[in-house]
């Protein structure tokens, strides 16, 4: 559906308009337009944005139909920006991002999303409590989206931290085959706010810096924070990056680790066992009735003493062995 917020140039705040009044709202240069489109049918904003706000081709096309990264096209009279809102499922480890296009005039700001924004719901109640938020121009106003969007990224950041801190714990603990499955999802979601976090800071630091129509010079400077905040961010994602491949080593250091303890006390249980193996199997261990005949004094009880000895002591010296040699 279309959400639409008008502020005449005579005050008050309306948020409907038909289309013919749209029109004519938008020749008024002291006006301010924004229009919200929301997760309809492409096909039913196409006309609006061709015959009333009269965008080329190109940049409905990108806006309805096709999914970019963060990026910025300057038109002239308009600019067209993509920038990214993120959503975090704690439980899943699940990293969600929306695209948002904005299409900002000298008098009108248009968004476009398919998925709810909690930036752009949060503005939009703001603006209905207070129409001062619209007195500063659409430029101010994209501002404030874009710093919301820019917001909502830091308690993601924060719990994919907090997640990796259990994980190294888990993996020092007791790690399980789990523990690696979470690691990767997690290497998957930091590597995806990466290739977000990287164009979209890109974006932001062109608004605050180079020379568009729609963006006074007195607005421009507010987009530096989002920047600045974007730059901190950036540095934190890539941070939690070589945490997550640190982690990842740690696991399979433990894991080996681990293996290689089990291997060496399987292998001192079979060295221990040799002599007793072979002591055992020595003439089948007839030590009574034999079928040939064995003189005194290993015959009968005698034998059966000596091979006792030995394989009770022949371990035992092994054992010793092995402990001094620091191997057991």
Not at 142 to 167: H, K, Q, T
Request: aromatic share 10%; with cysteine; hydrophobic share 45%.
């Amino acid at each position: 559906m279309i959400h639409l917020l008008y502020r005449p140039s005579t005050g008050g705040l309306m948020v409907e308009l038909a289309p013919d009044q749209l029109a004519a709202a938008l020749s008024d240069p002291q006006t301010l337009i924004w229009a919200d489109l929301d997760g309809e049918d492409p096909g039913a904003y196409h006309p609006i944005l061709t015959e009333i706000f009269k965008f080329h081709s190109l940049a409905i096309e990108d806006a309805l139909l096709d999914s970019h990264s963060p990026k910025l096209n300057d038109w002239g009279e308009y600019l067209y920006v993509v920038l990214h809102a993120v959503d975090f499922d704690v439980n899943l480890l699940d990293v969600d991002t929306h695209e948002v296009d904005f299409f900002i005039g000298k008098n009108y700001l248009v968004t476009h999303h398919v998925e709810p924004v909690r930036a752009i719901e949060r503005m939009r109640r703001a603006c209905l409590r207070d129409e001062r938020h619209l007195l500063r121009g659409p430029d101010y106003l994209m501002y404030e989206i874009a710093d919301g969007l820019v917001s909502d990224f830091l308690p993601c950041v924060d719990a994919l931290d907090e997640e990796i801190d259990r994980v190294e714990e888990e993996v020092f603990d007791r790690p399980t085959s789990g523990t690696l499955s979470r690691i990767f999802t997690l290497k998957r979601a930091v590597i995806h706010l990466r290739r977000i976090l990287s164009p979209q800071r890109e974006v932001l630091n062109r608004l605050a810096r180079d020379d568009y129509a729609p963006i006074e010079d007195t607005e421009r400077v507010y987009f530096r924070g989002a920047y600045d905040q974007l730059v901190r961010l950036y540095d934190i994602n890539e941070s939690l990056r070589d945490l997550v491949s640190g982690t990842l080593d740690m696991y399979l250091s433990v894991v080996s680790n681990r293996l290689n303890e089990v291997m060496k006390v399987l292998t001192i249980v079979t060295v221990l066992g040799l002599p007793l193996t072979f002591l055992t199997g020595f003439f089948g261990m007839n030590f009574f009735g034999a079928t040939y005949e064995v003189p005194a004094p290993f015959s009968g009880l005698g034998l059966f003493i000596i091979a006792l000895t030995l394989m009770v002591g022949l371990p035992l010296i092994m054992w010793y062995w092995f402990k001094h040699r620091g191997w057991a």
